[in-house]
């Protein structure tokens, strides 16, 4: 759809100079019967004219992204509502010769309408001096069917929106669209809402903003829908005749249904200045971020890290409010798309942080313990290393007694037993061995001062940092 959308006579619909070059659905509603467009191509159109929106007021585009929802179903809508738009405008041969009473030249007028839908078709996708013929034959063939049976709604109408979106002409598009709007009426009352919607769009481009208020609400009241689009356009129409206050009340009930309607107006050139509605989709901004920290809020109470007892005096309360302080900060920069589409998954990220946050705690302090218990052992470490050296020591004489003794006692069997006389020497040897391991034992054993402290508190928090995985 790229490729149609770059058409110079269909690129002038979709933006015209009357409407400051901004895309709108209306512009739309008409080209997808037009051309029998599917859903995906009206997605595909949808999604390009809200990009150039954003993308020509200097916004960021990429909030598009979460709206693919909404966009489907706005483009399921428009689908459908054009296939209800061709099927009554598709009038085989039969039916015109049925519906003319053997009058050929009524025959041939409704002809010349269906040709003349033809030619626009084909106009809408032709470029340069190609387009404006087609356009004017188009022209011409709609005149004659009027000239033949001045009630033929379909004629009025196309000839009205020739003259609105591509010719210029809104003096004789306020016409055309209004006699369509009102022969329409006993006929096709749908096809009437309609036309009137088209006819408050001509008003609008013409600086008749009261006219354009009143007759879109006029569409609105007789559809018998709440038409989402229609209420949009009328508080564009209200903000353009200075009722900020009744287009801020309006749009803030649009916007509050779909979250296109807010990308929308952020690119709105009648909503640029108007305090009030600035204001009002600020303050819905506001009440996305305050219903998000509701939810945390209420969701903490009952999360069972609100109540368990962290050790070592830390507060999991106050670390779950630094957590949501941070997020409050994060949440004031957050697309309003984003903020009205995930606010159980923001929330529940809020919460998940927390936890992580808590448990972070704990690991922290964890780590601090040890490695104080560590310092402790560095700095005291000299005392076990002279325990071992006193219980080396130790067992070196207890190894020299034994051998003596062994030497004493081969000896004795040979019968030399006067060799050796160690029985003097060996008792003293025994006391010292004996002497140096209990002091080398106790030695090498020596924990520093408060290490076991640590090493308690230690293990109390990796406990606890086991636990709260669990939750």
């Known amino acids: 759809m790229s490729n149609v959308l770059a058409a110079c006579p269909l690129q002038e619909v979709f933006f015209p100079a009357r ?147 591509m010719l210029g002409r809104l003096e004789d598009a306020l016409v055309h669209l209004g006699q369509a709007a009102i022969h329409a009426e006993a006929f096709d009352p749908d096809f009437a809402n309609f036309a009137l919607r088209h006819l408050a769009d001509a008003c609008y481009s013409a600086k008749n903003y009261s006219a354009a208020v009143e007759i879109c609400q006029k569409a609105i009241y007789q559809s018998g829908t709440d038409d989402i689009e229609g209420w949009y356009e009328c ?55 305050r219903r998000i920290q509701s939810y945390v809020h209420t969701s903490w109470q009952s999360h069972p890290l609100a109540a368990f007892q962290l050790p070592d005096q830390i507060n999991g309360t106050e670390l779950f409010r630094q957590v949501v302080r941070q ?31 808590i448990m972070r705690e704990v690991m922290q302090r964890s780590r601090q313990y040890e490695q104080l218990a560590e310092r402790q052992r560095s700095r005291w470490g000299w005392v076990n290393q002279l325990g071992g050296a006193f219980i080396h020591v130790s067992v070196v004489l207890l190894l020299a007694a034994l051998i003596s003794y062994l030497l ?32 080398g034992s106790v030695l090498f054993q020596f924990v520093p001062f408060g290490v076991r402290k640590l090493l308690r508190k230690q293990v109390e928090l990796d406990n606890t940092l086991h636990l709260l995985r669990s939750f």
Do not use: C
């Open 327 to 357: 997020h409050a900060r994060v949440l004031t920069h957050l697309p309003y798309v984003t903020l009205s589409q995930r606010e159980r998954q923001i929330g529940d990220m809020i919460l998940g942080a927390s936890r992580k946050r």
């Open 235 to 289: 508080s564009r129409y209200l903000a353009a005749e200075g009722e900020q206050s009744s287009a801020a009340q309006r749009l803030s009930h649009v916007v509050a249904r779909s979250p296109v309607y807010y990308v929308q107006a952020q690119a709105e050139p009648d909503f640029v200045g108007k305090v009030e509605i600035s204001s009002m989709l600020q303050e819905m901004r506001s009440v996305r971020v």
């Open 19 to 165: 409407k400051h070059h901004t895309f709108h659905r209306i512009n739309l509603e008409y080209v997808v019967p037009l051309q029998a467009l599917g859903r995906q191509h009206v997605y595909s159109l949808l999604d390009a004219g809200l990009r150039q929106n954003l993308r020509k007021f200097g916004s960021v585009d990429d909030v598009l992204a979460s709206l693919r929802p909404q966009l489907e179903t706005l483009a399921s809508h428009v689908s459908a509502q054009g296939v209800r738009l061709l099927q009554g405008r598709t009038v085989t041969p039969r039916q015109l010769l049925g519906n003319s009473n053997g009058n050929f030249v009524q025959y041939r007028a409704g002809m010349g309408v269906n040709f003349a839908s033809r030619k626009l078709s084909e106009a809408l996708l032709a470029q340069g001096l190609d387009a404006s013929q087609r356009v004017a034959l188009a022209e011409y063939m709609l005149k004659e069917a009027l000239e033949v049976n001045e009630r033929d709604y379909r004629a009025h109408f196309e000839l009205g929106w020739i003259y609105l979106f």
């Open 408 to 439: 004493r006692l081969v000896f004795g069997l040979l019968g030399m037993g006067g060799v050796f006389g160690l029985d003097s020497v060996i008792p003293p040897v025994l006391g010292g061995m004996l002497l140096l391991a209990t002091v």
